[in-house]
């Protein structure tokens, strides 16, 4: 294995839950002359990009890069519709009332007399009351309504310019994948990794089972989780984030009796937050503050943080192997499906030149660093008195959040990011719900009567209200299979 | 300049100029320039011109790293760095490395997918079709003419 000129021929995949089979698929269907194995370890309990049920709008778009149909992705593993998320608690009540705003994917309102429609909604917040910013979203009032309709071709259109994710049952769904991969060619090579042997050049030379045989591959696909189990034989550089993202525990459940909802129900708790949706429910906390509850100590471990370099030699870490994250937000799958589009579209020689693999862990480090940004807002801007509350909003964010806060805070805008996940309308979604406002007006919205702002914001979300409550049950049926 | 002017009227100040406006205009239009920058000097260092001490110097000259790097990510496998922010798109910097003759060595191997007839098929009916449409687009005079004429006194 000296010799480390031409293309690469052979890939193996590491790992057998949802990260490792879709690694394994969307490399054999989409780089047909890879000869491409699997060795299909049982993800841990600590794998959360196989175990969470709710997934991001991204998950549809890999399906079509596969050419896997919504019949056999969606329908026949009894996937269902996923709207959104419900945030209940993430600030403080007033008078037992309990805050809460939706997190759905799309447009919030139209632009409307040449300003944008939050700097509208921004200033009249500051003067008046208008309706929650969630009732402006489509896809977030379907969510809270349940009800369902794919969004419009045109997305100017009421209801449309959303997007929406699924709840999967993560064990039917790698069972797909698994029938899709081996039908497109993917071996797979039973046993339990031992060891990984290293050549003279510094690079993954076999991995070696523990029935005594060695697997050897031009490249290495580490989807073992957070332990890494390939990837950390050749070195161990992590960025821990645990300062911003305080919450180190992960108690999670199956309920598979729950009804279908496309709303889940994220709500904060004394020193983390519990969901319920999905088919799943669960707890997330820090053990240094959970002091006597119940459940102080139960569940896995989570260490938020990133891999420098999670591509190194012919080594690639995917999922939480690379980055390691609470599934506040849903995004450790997501991660693990932008990682196997960028091996598939930047994949390079046998030699894996260092080049090139700057260039895709760049782009990897960029996406993680602004998820992290992300998830860490949830913490950076809760008022919530309770002392794990009071301890994450007391540290600094990230430098990159921190520019977003500055410049949300200074007039609403939000600066753009290379690799982002979130778009604009997330953000927003999650900044005005937890009260995060611009202390001044725009200047150009300024020029506007407030009152004929008012009641073209008033007659939006009348509108939307009336064409939601039209559409049927999002439970109904599978209304994306309407869709050509 | 148009990007400037859409930062600035994104960051108008209202009376006093603050700060946090400022630094963001500047560190806006800094990305934007060193994006062109780097596609601007492309064009000087990617030359064969030999015919003059200023083409030799700079062909021959140090180049910032940003450049430097995505040269060689063309040069070996025919990739550009994406941006999404940036006025000069993928198909830009390709117009500029083939149109002077830089050539990638090696190629996305997805690229070996298509047969090489079907390949040679696909792009001989593509060039066609864009020289027939061409061919039969008014000249641009005429188009004026038609579209947006205007009096020899205006």
Same mark, same amino acid.
């Given at each position: 294995?000296?010799?480390?000129?031409?293309?690469?021929?052979?890939?193996?995949?590491?790992?057998?839950?949802?990260?490792?089979?879709? %690694?394994?698929?969307?490399?054999?269907?989409?780089?047909?002359?890879?000869?491409?194995?699997?060795?299909?370890?049982?993800?841990?309990?600590?794998?959360?990009?196989?175990?969470?049920?709710?997934?991001?709008?991204?998950?549809?778009?890999? $399906?079509?890069?596969?050419?896997?149909?919504?019949?056999?992705? #969606?329908?026949?593993?009894?996937?269902?519709?996923?709207?959104?998320?419900?945030?209940?608690?993430?600030?403080?009540?007033?008078?037992?009332?309990?805050?809460?705003?939706?997190?759905?994917?799309?447009?919030?309102?139209?632009?409307?007399?040449?300003?944008?429609?939050?700097?509208?909604?921004?200033?009249?917040?500051?003067?008046?009351?208008?309706?929650?910013?969630?009732?402006?979203?489509?896809?977030?009032?379907?969510?809270?309504?349940?009800?369902?309709? #794919?969004? %419009?071709?045109?997305?100017?259109?009421?209801?449309?310019?959303?997007?929406?994710?699924?709840?999967?049952?993560?064990?039917?769904?790698?069972?797909?994948?698994? %029938?899709?991969?081996?039908?497109?060619?993917?071996?797979?090579?039973?046993?339990?990794?031992?060891?990984?042997?290293?050549?003279?050049?510094?690079?993954?030379?076999?991995?070696?089972?523990?029935?005594?045989?060695?697997?050897?591959?031009?490249?290495?696909?580490?989807?073992?989780?957070?332990?890494?189990?390939?990837?950390?034989?050749?070195?161990?550089?992590?960025?821990?984030?645990?300062?911003?993202?305080?919450?180190?525990?992960?108690?999670?459940?199956?309920?598979?009796?729950?009804?279908?909802?496309?709303?889940?129900?994220?709500?904060?708790?004394?020193?983390?937050?519990?969901?319920?949706?999905?088919?799943?429910?669960?707890?997330?906390?820090?053990?240094?503050?959970?002091?006597?509850?119940?459940?102080?100590?139960?569940? #896995?471990?989570?260490?938020?943080?990133?891999?420098?370099?999670?591509?190194?030699?012919?080594?690639?870490?995917?999922?939480?192997?690379?980055?390691?994250?609470?599934?506040?937000?849903?995004?450790?799958?997501?991660?693990?499906?932008?990682?196997?589009?960028?091996?598939?579209?930047?994949?390079?020689?046998?030699?894996?030149?260092?080049?090139?693999?700057?260039?895709?862990?760049?782009?990897?480090?960029?996406?993680?660093?602004?998820?992290?940004?992300?998830?860490?807002?949830?913490?950076?801007?809760?008022?919530?008195?309770?002392?794990?509350?009071?301890?994450?909003?007391?540290?600094?964010?990230?430098?990159?959040?921190?520019?977003?806060?500055?410049? @949300?805070?200074?007039?609403?805008?939000?600066? @753009?990011?290379?690799?982002?996940?979130?778009?604009?309308?997330?953000?927003?979604? #999650?900044?005005?719900?937890?009260?995060?406002?611009?202390?001044?007006?725009?200047?150009?919205?300024?020029?506007?009567?407030?009152?004929?702002?008012?009641?073209?914001?008033? $007659?939006?979300?009348?509108?939307?209200?009336?064409?939601?409550? %039209?559409?049927?049950?999002?439970?109904?049926?599978?209304?994306?299979? =309407?869709?050509? | 300049?148009?990007?400037?002017?859409?930062?600035?009227?994104?960051?108008?100040?209202?009376?006093?100029?603050?700060?946090?406006?400022?630094?963001?205009?500047?560190?806006?239009?800094?990305?934007?320039?060193?994006?062109?920058?780097?596609?601007?000097?492309?064009?000087?260092?990617?030359?064969?011109?030999?015919?003059?001490?200023?083409?030799?110097?700079?062909?021959?000259?140090?180049?910032?790293?940003?450049?430097?790097?995505?040269?060689?990510?063309?040069?070996?496998?025919?990739?550009?760095?994406?941006?999404?922010?940036?006025?000069?798109?993928?198909?830009?910097?390709?117009?500029?490395?083939?149109? =002077?003759?830089?050539?990638?060595?090696?190629?996305?191997?997805?690229?070996?997918?298509?047969?090489?007839?079907?390949?040679?098929?696909?792009?001989?009916?593509?060039?066609?079709?864009?020289?027939?449409?061409?061919?039969?687009?008014?000249?641009?005079?005429? @188009?004026?003419?038609?579209?947006?004429?205007?009096?020899?006194?205006?």
């Amino acid at each position: 294995m000296s010799d480390r000129h031409g293309p690469i021929r052979r890939v193996l995949v590491a790992g057998g839950g949802l990260v490792g089979w879709s %690694a394994a698929a969307a490399l054999q269907r989409r780089l047909p002359w890879l000869e491409v194995v699997i060795l299909p370890i049982a993800p841990p309990a600590d794998a959360i990009a196989d175990r969470i049920h709710a997934t991001l709008p991204s998950i549809l778009g890999f $399906h079509e890069d596969l050419g896997l149909s919504d019949a056999d992705a #969606v329908v026949r593993t009894g996937s269902n519709i996923r709207l959104g998320t419900l945030f209940e608690g993430w600030t403080a009540g007033r008078d037992g009332h309990v805050p809460d705003y939706v997190h759905a994917y799309g447009r919030h309102g139209r632009p409307f007399e040449g300003g944008s429609f939050h700097l509208h909604w921004a200033r009249a917040a500051r003067h008046q009351a208008p309706a929650p910013f969630d009732r402006f979203s489509a896809a977030a009032v379907m969510a809270r309504a349940g009800r369902f309709a #794919v969004p %419009a071709d045109d997305p100017e259109a009421l209801v449309g310019g959303f997007e929406h994710g699924l709840h999967i049952d993560p064990v039917r769904y790698a069972a797909m994948l698994r %029938a899709f991969a081996l039908h497109c060619g993917v071996r797979e090579r039973a046993g339990d990794l031992a060891g990984v042997e290293i050549g003279e050049d510094g690079f993954v030379a076999a991995a070696l089972l523990a029935e005594g045989d060695r697997v050897e591959a031009d490249l290495f696909v580490d989807a073992t989780g957070p332990a890494a189990r390939l990837r950390s034989a050749l070195d161990d550089a992590r960025i821990s984030w645990a300062s911003w993202l305080p919450c180190d525990r992960l108690i999670l459940e199956d309920a598979a009796a729950m009804p279908a909802d496309p709303l889940d129900r994220v709500t904060a708790h004394g020193c983390g937050w519990r969901w319920t949706g999905g088919g799943s429910q669960g707890l997330v906390y820090a053990s240094a503050f959970a002091g006597a509850a119940e459940w102080a100590g139960q569940g #896995v471990a989570i260490d938020p943080g990133t891999r420098s370099r999670p591509w190194l030699r012919n080594c690639v870490a995917i999922g939480d192997a690379a980055t390691a994250v609470e599934p506040l937000e849903w995004t450790n799958l997501h991660l693990a499906h932008s990682a196997i589009d960028r091996i598939v579209a930047m994949l390079p020689g046998r030699d894996c030149a260092p080049v090139e693999l700057a260039e895709y862990n760049r782009q990897c480090a960029a996406e993680a660093e602004r998820v992290r940004d992300f998830l860490a807002l949830h913490y950076a801007v809760s008022d919530r008195p309770e002392p794990f509350w009071r301890a994450a909003a007391g540290i600094a964010p990230p430098p990159s959040l921190a520019h977003s806060l500055a410049q @949300f805070r200074a007039r609403g805008r939000l600066p @753009f990011y290379e690799e982002e996940t979130f778009a604009k309308d997330s953000w927003l979604a #999650v900044l005005i719900g937890q009260n995060v406002l611009p202390e001044r007006d725009d200047p150009l919205i300024g020029l506007v009567p407030p009152d004929r702002a008012a009641a073209a914001m008033t $007659h939006h979300a009348q509108a939307l209200a009336a064409a939601i409550a %039209a559409l049927p049950p999002a439970g109904a049926a599978h209304p994306i299979l =309407q869709r050509s | 300049m148009q990007q400037a002017i859409t930062a600035l009227i994104e960051l108008f100040p209202q009376g006093r100029v603050r700060g946090v406006d400022r630094d963001e205009f500047n560190r806006v239009i800094d990305l934007e320039y060193e994006r062109i920058r780097d596609f601007l000097i492309l064009h000087y260092h990617a030359t064969e011109r030999d015919d003059s001490e200023f083409w030799r110097y700079v062909r021959t000259m140090t180049i910032p790293d940003s450049l430097a790097e995505k040269m060689e990510l063309f040069r070996r496998r025919g990739r550009i760095v994406k941006y999404r922010e940036g006025v000069f798109l993928d198909a830009s910097w390709v117009a500029v490395y083939l149109g =002077q003759r830089v050539r990638p060595e090696g190629r996305d191997p997805r690229a070996d997918l298509p047969a090489m007839d079907v390949l040679m098929r696909g792009m001989t009916n593509l060039r066609d079709e864009v020289a027939a449409t061409a061919a039969a687009m008014p000249g641009h005079l005429a @188009f004026i003419d038609r579209y947006c004429p205007m009096s020899p006194t205006a």
